[in-house]
């Protein structure tokens, strides 16, 4: 069972990066996967990315090549760099972890055209 806090969320241009931030109250490790899920105005919840404790990684194919999931597990965080943004990554940005399955509260990210 963690608490999870995502940030880093905001406002950018087409093409441009972001970074987001998970910060759980727990040991990241004790989850079999940690991961990032998105959810759009109207659209269903979907996976983005998830990383194992053996750092095994799964991507979406559409962000595939663009976005990469990483975690420190001295720092008990899980990140996701963004790059290449387009306007259909628009979306609200969940961290999940198994353990418990937990979920964050969610960071908006934005892409203009």
């Known amino acids: 069972q963690v608490q999870l806090v995502e940030s880093g969320g905001g406002l950018v241009q087409a093409g441009g990066s972001l970074r987001l931030s998970c910060a759980a109250s727990?040991?990241?490790?004790?989850?079999?996967?940690m991961g990032w899920y998105r959810q759009a105005p109207g659209k269903q919840r979907e996976k983005v990315a998830l990383?194992?404790?053996?750092?095994?990684?799964d991507y979406a194919d559409s962000v595939k090549g663009r976005f990469t999931i990483s975690r420190d597990n001295a720092k008990n965080t899980v990140y996701l760099q963004m790059n290449s943004l387009k306007p259909e990554d628009t979306a609200v940005y969940y961290c999940?972890?198994?353990?418990?399955?937990?979920w964050g509260q969610g960071t908006q990210v934005t892409v203009s055209s």
């Open positions: 999940y972890a198994s353990l418990g399955g937990s």
């Open positions: 727990g040991r990241i490790f004790s989850s079999t996967v």
């Open positions: 990383i194992t404790r053996g750092d095994s990684t």
